[in-house]
């Protein structure tokens, strides 16, 4: 019927009606009383033992159906045994009337309540009935010719094309998937922050080299050794190579004098800076080692130009770890030198970034780095969750950093920075960080991730 | 960032009015605080440690915030509400002073050259007519807490101890001594002990364990006393049980020991700034003398007072706003750093207070006034620098090629960069000496002992997490993997890798094969010994999964 249905050879009403029977045992029951009724009707004026009461067919459930229904009583006591004895003089077998009601075609007369207590003892039962009214569609005929599924090169050829019928294309299924590879989610998002960066005039800077020394991750960004961060519960330090060597001299006696006196108008933070500290090789816990390296390496160029520089690339936290946090994660940086910059234009800056990422409503809150002043948290609105969130940290260098590498004093640098792996569990609906990063992937994840448009 | 728990209508109380949770969070921004959570005792011991527990404890509501790293003046509810009111313009930012005693000699401590060897520094004071209540008395306490878990580095750095000055008497000596030396009744015990039984006695204590380290291998043990001998501390582990502070203590000495001199000072001046609050003449603090083992003298707290100058363009071309000076040194007056117009042009004098230790440079200033002023007050602008974008070529050909491997059929996989030693030695039928990997010091599991020299342990692991996925799994990864390299000033370099897998119920070695072609093609080699690449069979080793090795030489791929 379907095939032709489908063809309109017919057409075709599908209705369904529902109506109550009776069960096999509710037949027996219409016929022959219920259980109960059997079980009173067995009973002599003297009553009859009980356990002669339960060898008959209908006495195990008819006895205890009896007993609630106050028609029979037992006493215990008996001679010759525990015995059944009739309470009452005649009973109604309501049972047997309401499943005669339905036999009938009346079960209409019975509540809803009645007919679904019957249905729990199994004598009842509820049917569906569909049919369908069948007529004639608008290709009938009274013959059927055979569609094909398929055109072939033989039908073209020959033309017997002309006279087929086509079986008509079935849409509701999914289509054959394209036997393709995927690229990774992380990294379709890093391809839009790289992009984005390129279309501000951002050149990309060399991170790739994941040790540092502590002299470039640490001190020459002004944070000192016994900050926290530098601490063995923070960072992984190296066994070998330990240490670092091959510093520039002179600016590292720049940098020792900043920390341990002071100076470039500066109180300095007077404690005995080591050079040991310093030539400890870790695994990089920011991008910024690598912008320090650069601004540096500007600060040595005969005439100073502005530079825009970008990195997004892993860095390493020797922190305890949960469903958000690994010990390796990926930071996006974004540095701009030039003369006289100001917080105002890091706002703007920042603006035009995150416009770029369809954020358009930002924040900012005072917030502290050891190496930044002043330094900004940058809070977005969410409209889903009618907050501001955070989404990224900035900053002004601070002349201690900046000065001793040798950078004209009219110089601002301005940067931030954000986390890649957070916006990507929010563009793709990733709770654990586990499923995103490392072996433990989520694949399927992976095949049917979206495009990454970063503005929507 | 540090946390400061305050009961929010003791709060309310010193700040002389009521605030809903939004306004309060909105005047923590503006002021660079986070109002981290509201929450109270009994919902954070039914947190920690069940509902049960949890009964009996206080409902006060507590308000959990959060407060920048180098704000040491922001670390208790005394702190902030001076913070807060002097900002609101409230009231003024308060004068301490350093005052002698009202008769006879100040108190003195003594330090003996011994304690060179193990913790050289201490300084002292005296907070003269206090008066506590259990609140005042609990912030006194919470607040030591919050100093040694932040600027003393854990007590490494410095340690505070405060005494009830009636139960003691000066001169008192610091000095160091053998652990079998020193014995006293610790705070909370009922019986003397010896220095050496008390490292024992708190190995199992929760809370003193984690400084033991500080001491214990020492030849001698920092040991404070007074002039008939009583123990008032034993720096960083533990105060005497004698010299106590209670609710009726009404004279307080303060001593702060140290291994660094500055953190000390800095310490002792935060101590007594915010607590000589309750003395009876508010914000004075009687000096003490500490006497160095060479005889010099020096008297404390420092309570510094620092000026400095600057011009109010250097704080409107740095903020990128226009004000006027006499706004500017009102705004900053705000953050207390009490600001004047000298007159001298745009110039205006800041005095920065004792409690300002995180003021080091001029740009410090700079911020507090781009605070006062508001953040989201400054307008933006677009900075007119001129660049000309260039890509590493390394990421560029990266890009390029990962698309073309995707438009092959190959999966993408992204894998950790740390691992362990066996992944890239034994699970490869190597030795690690000869991996020229680089070891991780302080690893907290075997999964982060060494860099990865190779992508191929990363790409095989994600293949046995995925292994109930429809077969066939094609992989690939363009990423660093890590070498040793002396020529570096690090002593390592990265060096960018491809790496790809095929996995099937047959080895399929003809699909990499191919895919090595391919790659080839994109990057213009030919399949020709000498000038292009081959595939030789690989000596001797085998790997561990069976199947072929196999190197594919091939000339430079430096494009």
Not at chain 2, 24 to 34: A, I, M, N, S
């Amino acid at each position: 019927m379907t095939s032709c249905w489908s063809v309109q050879l017919i057409s075709a009403e599908l209705r369904s009606s529902k109506h109550w029977e009776l069960s096999g045992e509710g037949t027996e029951i219409a016929e022959q009383g219920s259980h109960e009724a059997r079980v009173f009707g067995s009973i002599p004026p003297q009553g009859l033992t009980q356990s002669d009461l339960m060898k008959l067919s209908f006495g195990k459930i008819g006895f205890s159906k009896a007993m609630s229904s106050k028609w029979i009583r037992v006493d215990k006591a008996h001679e010759g045994g525990p015995r059944v004895f009739r309470t009452v003089e005649s009973i109604e077998d309501q049972v047997r009337e309401k499943l005669l009601l339905v036999q009938r075609g009346n079960s209409s007369q019975l509540e809803e309540k009645e007919k679904n207590e019957l249905k729990k003892r199994k004598l009842l039962s509820e049917v569906t009935v569909k049919s369908y009214w069948i007529t004639k569609g608008s290709s009938f005929s009274t013959t059927i010719t055979k569609q094909e599924t398929e055109l072939t090169p033989e039908m073209i050829a020959s033309g017997s094309w002309k006279e087929k019928k086509f079986k008509p294309y079935n849409f509701q299924a999914m289509g054959v998937a394209p036997d393709c590879g995927h690229m990774h989610p992380l990294m379709k998002v890093r391809t839009q922050f790289r992009q984005i960066f390129l279309e501000m005039g951002f050149t990309e800077m060399p991170t790739n080299n994941f040790i540092e020394s502590s002299f470039w991750n640490f001190d020459s960004l002004f944070q000192p050794q016994q900050h926290p961060a530098r601490d063995q519960h923070d960072t992984f330090f190296l066994s070998d190579p330990a240490l670092a060597h091959d510093f520039p001299q002179d600016y590292l006696e720049r940098v020792k004098k900043v920390h341990s006196e002071g100076g470039y108008g500066s109180q300095g933070y007077k404690y005995a800076w080591k050079v040991e500290e310093a030539q400890k090789n870790i695994l990089r816990t920011h991008t910024t080692a690598v912008s320090a390296r650069m601004l540096y390496k500007l600060a040595q160029q005969e005439k100073f130009t502005p530079v825009k520089y970008f990195s997004i690339d892993r860095v390493f936290r020797n922190e305890t770890l949960d469903a958000t946090h690994l010990a390796e994660f990926h930071q996006i940086e974004g540095v701009v030198a030039d003369r006289g910059l100001t917080l105002g234009d890091l706002m703007g800056i920042l603006h035009a970034f995150f416009t770029k990422l369809g954020i358009t409503k930002l924040r900012f809150k005072p917030a502290y780095n050891p190496y930044t002043e002043p330094s900004m948290e940058v809070f977005s609105y969410h409209e889903g969750l009618k907050k501001w969130v955070e989404v990224g940290n900035s900053g002004v260098f601070r002349p201690e950093m900046l000065l001793p590498m040798g950078l004209p004093e009219d110089v601002s640098v301005i940067a931030w920075g954000l986390s890649l792996e957070r916006p990507t569990m929010i563009k793709y609906g990733i709770n654990n960080i586990r499923e995103l990063v490392g072996h433990k992937v989520n694949l399927q994840m992976v095949y049917d991730s979206p495009v990454c448009r970063l503005e929507s | 960032m540090p946390t400061v728990g305050v009961k929010r209508d003791l709060l309310f109380t010193a700040l002389g009015r009521t605030y809903t949770d939004e306004e309060f969070d909105e005047l923590c921004f503006e002021y660079g605080l986070e109002l981290d959570e509201i929450t109270s005792e009994k919902e954070i011991i039914s947190r920690e440690q069940g509902g049960s527990k949890a009964s009996g404890a206080s409902d006060v509501i507590l308000y959990k915030i959060d407060v920048p790293a180098n704000r040491y003046d922001l670390l208790c509810l005394e702190g902030l509400v001076r913070g807060l009111q002097v900002f609101m313009n409230k009231m003024e930012a308060p004068r301490y002073r350093r005052v002698r005693p009202v008769s006879g000699e100040p108190q003195r401590l003594v330090i003996t050259k011994e304690t060179a060897a193990v913790r050289p520094h201490a300084v002292a004071a005296v907070l003269r007519n206090i008066t506590f209540t259990q609140e005042r008395y609990d912030s006194f306490i919470e607040l030591q807490d919050k100093l040694h878990q932040n600027v003393c580095r854990k007590r490494s750095l410095v340690a505070i101890g405060t005494h009830d000055l009636d139960t003691i008497s000066g001169p008192f000596t610091y000095t160091a001594k053998p652990p079998g030396e020193i014995s006293f009744k610790p705070l909370n015990q009922t019986k003397e002990y010896t220095a050496t039984q008390l490292m024992s006695l708190y190995k199992t204590d929760s809370h003193l364990k984690h400084f033991l380290h500080i001491i214990e291998d020492k030849p001698v043990y920092p040991v404070i006393y007074d002039s008939n001998g009583v123990v008032l501390s034993m720096p960083p582990i533990i105060n005497g049980d004698h010299s106590k502070i209670s609710l009726e203590t009404k004279n307080v000495f303060i001593e702060c020991t140290a291994t660094d001199v500055t953190k000390a000072k800095i310490v002792l001046d935060m101590m007594v700034t915010m607590f000589s609050e309750y003395c009876a003449q508010p914000f004075t603090v009687e000096e003490a003398e500490v006497v160095y083992p060479d005889g010099k003298t020096c008297k404390y707290p420092e309570l510094a007072y620092r000026k400095e100058k600057l011009s109010s363009e250097f704080i409107n071309r740095k903020v990128g706003i226009n004000e006027s000076t006499e706004t500017l040194a009102r705004l900053l007056t705000k953050m207390c750093l009490r600001s004047e117009v000298t007159g001298a042009g745009d110039e205006i004098e800041v005095e920065i207070p004792p409690t300002r230790s995180d003021v080091i440079h001029a740009c410090d200033i700079m911020e507090d006034a781009a605070m006062a002023f508001g953040f989201n007050n400054i307008p933006y602008t677009t900075p007119l620098t001129y660049t000309v974008a260039h890509q590493l070529p390394v990421n560029k050909l990266t890009e390029l090629l990962r698309q073309e491997l995707a438009a092959a059929g190959f999966t993408e996989a992204l894998t950790f960069a740390l691992c362990s030693k066996e992944d890239i030695a034994d699970k490869l039928g190597k030795k690690i000496s000869e991996t020229r990997a680089v070891h991780i010091a302080n690893p907290k599991t075997a999964e982060f002992q060494v860099a990865r020299t190779t992508l191929l342990p990363g790409l095989l692991k994600t293949v046995a997490a995925n292994r109930k996925m429809p077969l066939p799994l094609k992989l690939f990864e363009i990423s660093d993997v890590v070498l040793k390299d002396e020529t570096k000033d690090v002593g390592a370099r990265n060096s960018r890798r491809f790496c790809a897998v095929y996995y099937n119920k047959s080895p399929g070695f003809e699909v990499i094969h191919g895919l090595l072609d391919r790659t080839m093609q994109l990057l213009e080699e030919k399949s020709a010994r000498g000038d292009g690449y081959h595939i030789q069979a690989a000596e001797g080793k085998k790997g561990g999964g069976g199947g072929w090795h196999f190197r594919a030489c091939r000339n430079s791929l430096n494009r």
